[in-house]
């Protein structure tokens, strides 16, 4: 399905809703003043590394990956972000440029604020200061959450951890055990933090299981709790 072109003052307030509850309609005429919505096809770079930190992202549409080039020179998928969610602020915070690159994965629209505009309304409404330290702190949990399963868990117990993930985070069709959204193997692989050749046989040998099945990219889970076994214990 296309994505909409225009998004009128009402329905941008709508999607900013978390960010823009306590604000006055004063506040939310000027926040609008300062929103940009742009348009990304997949594949394309939404924010880059080395880019200046200046904007606020907002995602109307889409899903996009976060990754980060390692001293191999070699990108890492770190975390994706999908509807609804806000990135961009922490290199801000920071006074650093991005380290990381933001590509989309799908369609995407997303909402840009320049953070200049930003800093003025903390100091002005003290929800916005909980708003991005409560994210900021969430953001460092699954930083280090991530680390730590990456760092114990073999080939099989990563796979069935991100496969779990995938479904927590993005839902599953109507059935109720396809996972909503498809990827790559190499997507896959990525995420799981292993070469695709080695996810690839990890998948294979959960279909043999009788865990999954694959259809392309569509995934579908029919044991969940092997896989939570399996997460947890390989």
Not at 185 to 212: K, Q, Y
């Amino acid at each position: 399905m296309p994505l909409k072109k225009t998004y009128r003052r009402e329905a941008l307030l709508r999607e900013l809703s978390l960010l823009t509850g306590q604000m006055t309609r004063t506040q939310k005429a000027e926040l609008l003043s300062h929103c940009s919505v742009k348009y990304y096809k997949a594949g394309e770079v939404v924010s880059g590394d080395g880019d200046v930190a200046d904007r606020l992202f907002f995602i109307l549409k889409g899903v996009a990956k976060c990754s980060i080039c390692g001293d191999a020179n070699r990108w890492q998928t770190v975390r994706l972000v999908k509807t609804g969610e806000y990135f961009g602020y922490r290199a801000f915070f920071a006074e650093q440029n991005h380290m990381a690159s933001y590509v989309a994965m799908t369609e995407m629209a997303v909402c840009a604020i320049p953070m200049d505009f930003m800093k003025q309304c903390l100091d002005d409404n003290p929800f916005l200061k909980d708003f991005f330290l409560k994210r900021l702190a969430t953001g460092l949990w699954q930083a280090d959450y991530r680390f730590v399963c990456l760092i114990q868990k073999h080939l099989r117990g990563r796979m069935a951890a991100t496969l779990l993930s995938l479904g927590e985070f993005f839902g599953y069709r109507e059935d109720g055990k396809t996972l909503a959204f498809e990827v790559t193997r190499a997507e896959l692989a990525n995420l799981a933090n292993m070469i695709t050749a080695n996810a690839i046989r990890t998948l294979s040998a959960f279909v043999s299981e009788g865990l999954i099945t694959l259809d392309k990219r569509r995934i579908t889970i029919l044991d969940e709790a092997a896989l939570q076994y399996i997460s947890t214990h390989d």
